[in-house]
């Protein structure tokens, strides 16, 4: 991993805007619809290259591929893996709570509906993560930025947004989570990318998750969460690997 030892470099955290049509070709295979391969897959290729490309014209020393192919940074796991045809309702932005002033200016659902684990996992799609190499593979050709890193969602993140009604226990849900993913972490480390995990989980899970519980209580769970995730990072060099954690991405008190 590069280091900022001459001058601070550059980064972000790994999402960055899809084109409008692609977007809402993102949206519809979201929703259930089939894409179109022959329109869907060449659309994230040149989506790809034209946002690395931005990203080092802009001055961006490392560079991601934008996460364009897919539709979200935790949920895409549920159309490579098996086990998520369920429904279930998590609440959300529990933050505002202290503040019903600012609630009532812009009124918000406090709960919402979210596809759910409802049965065994397995891979349905392990080629999804080598296109996605060969993707950013072919638009860092004849760039050269600092670094380049690819994102992955942590178990726990994904146990955050798609909440289990199979496993027996959280810690259940987890530990398959954390085998099946370990797969994904790998492939990204053994193509040279950095790898990025996302863990929103560990801090914005707290106030849209767990605002019930006490702070002790929300530690224990997020201990769980970062036991599944280095069982899951066990073969890469920790020098490889970069986290990210935040609040949300929101306009709110968090």
């Not at 980064?11 to 295979?29: K, N, Q, V, Y």
């Not at 190499?133 to 072919?138: G, L, T, V």
């Not at 199979?166 to 790998?186: G, I, T, V, W």
Request: hydrophobic share 40%; charged share 25%; aromatic share 8%.
């Amino acid at each position: 991993m590069k280091r900022s030892t001459d001058r601070i470099l550059t980064t972000h955290t790994g999402s960055l805007p899809r084109p409008m049509d692609l977007a809402a070709m993102l949206e519809a295979f979201d929703s259930g619809a089939a894409p179109d391969r022959e329109t869907f897959e060449p659309r994230v290729r040149a989506a790809v290259a034209e946002v690395v490309k931005i990203q080092v014209e802009s001055g961006v020393d490392v560079v991601s591929d934008g996460e364009q192919g897919k539709v979200g940074y935790s949920t895409y796991v549920r159309h490579r893996l098996t086990g998520f045809d369920g429904e279930g309702s998590v609440s959300i932005r529990s933050d505002w709570a202290d503040f019903p002033e600012a609630v009532a200016r812009q009124p918000r659902p406090t709960t919402v509906s979210r596809p759910a684990c409802d049965g065994p996992i397995e891979w349905k799609d392990r080629e999804a993560v080598q296109t996605d190499i060969a993707n950013f593979k072919a638009a860092l050709s004849g760039l050269d930025p600092a670094e380049a890193f690819m994102t992955a969602a942590s178990p726990g993140v994904i146990a955050h947004f798609l909440i289990n009604q199979y496993f027996p226990s959280h810690e259940a849900y987890l530990a398959r989570l954390a085998d099946l993913m370990k797969e994904e972490y790998n492939a990204i480390h053994q193509a040279g990318f950095l790898l990025q995990v996302d863990c929103p989980d560990l801090a914005m899970g707290r106030h849209l998750r767990f605002p019930d519980l006490s702070n002790q209580e929300f530690l224990k769970i997020a201990e769980a969460n970062i036991e599944a995730l280095n069982h899951a990072l066990s073969d890469i060099p920790p020098d490889r690997i970069r986290l990210h954690l935040c609040w949300g991405n929101y306009e709110g008190p968090h």
